[in-house]
């Protein structure tokens, strides 16, 4: 009885197969390369079964990442506000969409997103997995400002596309979860684990300043830093547990955060804790860009803390403002923090644009 | 661990396998955490908005409550040993993690006492071993022992004292006695006396308000946060937790 079934199964999916829906395709799977320490440490990424990842489909996502035909007028892809040399954020407090509109959170950086097992994105968390993400920017109109089935349309009437998503998913017919599978496969790609920190932590001794070492010390005191309950320590080298923290920036709030997505207002004022790697290219910071230099965060975090009815308990030294860390130990943490830097990530020839 | 673990899968597997005159006499077992405050049961919906009043009479509010269980051990009434779990890190936010361990599959026999550890014993203890629990930031940092947080409870207080709200990091690990010298700091709970020949849910309690009380009344107004290299603190957390856990069998 069984057999018979998987026969009438089988016979079903041939049915209903064809040149341009080709089910029995498979395009070419390809491992994502997980660096040595995450492998040491960390849970293997995070691969959505329905989306593998494959070199075809990898290839089209870059392509479409950088691809301008995706807005309204053709003339802003993901990677405007995503430069590959700012680790994939923008130096912009604000990015420009294709209006002259201009957005109210400074953009994420792009990198290590196959190890967000939380699935939320965004700073609000609002979108619950990568392809949901790379859905949003594309209708958003102070961004993209197009229209989906504008999009897919445009990209449908070109020479190349059609043949590129037949070689990625096994049809020509171009959908729009086609298109975030796609970029998202890309985005997956997107890993930055080989730091000078990351290279000490493997063994080399000196890849790094006793400074360094010192400012790493500070980030795991909890009478210091403090820095490693919400972003990730030697241990955890996503520097970032991709959780939500209102981390005492403002007294009331203009933009609410993961509130505005849960309509719980105890979680007003939440964003999710950005990873601290490649900060050296990632300025300005915080979901609103208010803070140009890595200086005025620390700052922050000493004397700048501000209280409201949600922040986070771990903002521990809130009765006096801050941590209160001399100069000395700020300059050093500093010093630690930029060396979770990792210049070969900017330059990464496979992330730059193809087209 | 892990080799316990796989012998249990491999006897689970056994016994699954075996024929169905058999498995009418296998026993389900499940594992819940359940949280409450001297008998008030306490949930995430309570988490940010309910006020306890501690022993030493601060109002608090809870934010955040994360807890590691580990080796779960029934006993028969041989004195054999079945561990039926590894480890388990309890989020209240996080309905998911509430369940220890679901429809494990023991022999039949009659099970006379449980027991488990509150964090990780010294053996199980060890520095970035567990890539589940790295990802999650439970590490408990290498200047303070390593190895790994047993409770992270995060909150605010008010007392006469302090009107406006303070925060608290109630945090526990390994206490750190020096430089270098540490002092192991779980907790191992056995629930003896217990009558388990069915299929049976086993309710770990957790009594938030034993944490500050008994037999260190615990004043918050001094020991609020930066707790975790505070070996005297640490000490204290560990006599506290003694009288915290309770275990109760349902159907």
Request: hydrophobic share 35%; net charge negative.
């Amino acid at each position: 009885m069984k057999c018979f079934s998987i026969v009438l199964i089988t016979g079903f999916l041939i049915s209903c197969s064809s040149s341009d829906n080709d089910l029995g395709y498979q395009a070419t799977p390809i491992d994502i390369e997980v660096p040595q320490l995450f492998s040491n440490l960390l849970l293997p990424p995070a691969i959505p079964s329905d989306n593998p990842q494959t070199i075809e489909g990898v290839t089209l996502g870059r392509k479409l990442f950088y691809e301008p035909l995706l807005s309204g007028d053709g003339t802003q892809a993901c990677a405007d506000c995503h430069l590959s040399e700012n680790s994939f954020t923008d130096s912009a407090r604000f990015s420009i969409g294709i209006t002259g509109a201009i957005g109210t959170r400074n953009a994420m950086p792009l990198y290590n997103m196959a190890w967000n097992f939380e699935k939320k994105f965004f700073w609000d968390g609002r979108a619950t997995s990568l392809e949901a993400q790379a859905l949003d920017p594309v209708e958003n109109v102070i961004e993209m400002n197009n229209t989906w089935p504008n999009a897919v349309a445009t990209l449908q009437a070109t020479s190349a596309y059609p043949e590129l998503f037949s070689q990625a998913f096994g049809t020509s017919i171009i959908t729009k979860e086609l298109v975030t599978k796609a970029i998202a496969q890309f985005e997956r790609t997107m890993i930055s684990g080989n730091s000078r920190f990351d290279q000490y932590l493997l063994g080399d001794q000196n890849a790094i300043t006793a400074s360094e070492i010192n400012g790493f010390n500070i980030f795991m005191d909890e009478e210091r830093g403090d820095c490693f309950h919400c972003h990730g320590s030697n241990s955890n080298p996503l520097w970032t547990d991709n959780i939500f923290h209102n981390n005492g920036l403002d007294s009331s709030f203009d933009d609410v955060g993961l509130g505005g997505i849960t309509g719980d207002p105890l979680d007003n004022g939440k964003f999710k804790s950005p990873s601290l790697r490649n900060l050296a290219y990632t300025a300005p910071y915080m979901h609103d860009g208010r803070f140009e230099t890595l200086d005025e965060v620390i700052n922050h975090y000493s004397e700048g803390l501000v209280y409201s009815e949600t922040i986070d308990p771990l903002m521990k030294y809130i009765a006096e403002g801050g941590a209160q860390l001399t100069e000395a130990d700020k300059a050093d943490l500093k010093a630690f923090l930029l060396s979770l830097s990792e210049p070969g990530f900017t330059s990464n020839p496979d992330f730059q644009n193809p087209n | 661990m892990k080799m316990k673990l796989l012998i249990i899968i491999v006897i689970i597997g056994l016994v699954s396998c075996s024929s169905d005159d058999d498995k009418a006499s296998d026993i389900l077992i499940s594992v819940i955490n359940s949280q409450n405050w001297d008998g008030e049961n306490i949930t995430a919906s309570d988490l940010g908005t309910t006020e306890f009043i501690d022993e030493n009479g601060e109002i608090l509010k809870i934010e955040r409550l994360r807890y590691l269980i580990s080796k779960v051990i029934l006993t028969n009434s041989y004195g054999d040993e079945i561990e039926i779990g590894t480890y388990k890190l309890v989020d209240l936010a996080d309905n998911n993690t509430l369940n220890y361990a679901t429809n494990i599959v023991v022999p039949p026999g009659t099970y006379t006492g449980i027991s488990f550890v509150y964090g990780f014993n010294e053996e199980d203890n060890i520095d970035q071993a567990y890539p589940d629990l790295n990802t999650a930031s439970w590490n408990w940092p290498e200047m303070l022992g390593g190895g790994y947080h047993f409770m992270q409870l995060d909150g605010t207080f008010t007392s006469p004292t302090n009107i406006s709200p303070l925060p608290f990091n109630y945090h526990n690990g390994t206490a750190r006695i020096s430089d270098g010298v540490f002092e192991q700091n779980f907790i191992r709970v056995n629930a003896d006396g217990l009558s388990i020949d069915s299929n049976t849910n086993i309710d770990i309690k957790m009594n938030l308000a034993e944490w500050f009380k008994d037999p260190n009344t615990w004043d918050l107004n001094v020991l609020n946060t930066g707790l975790m290299g505070n070996y005297d603190a640490q000490r204290e957390m560990n006599e506290n937790g003694q009288l915290v856990f309770s275990v109760y069998l349902g159907d």
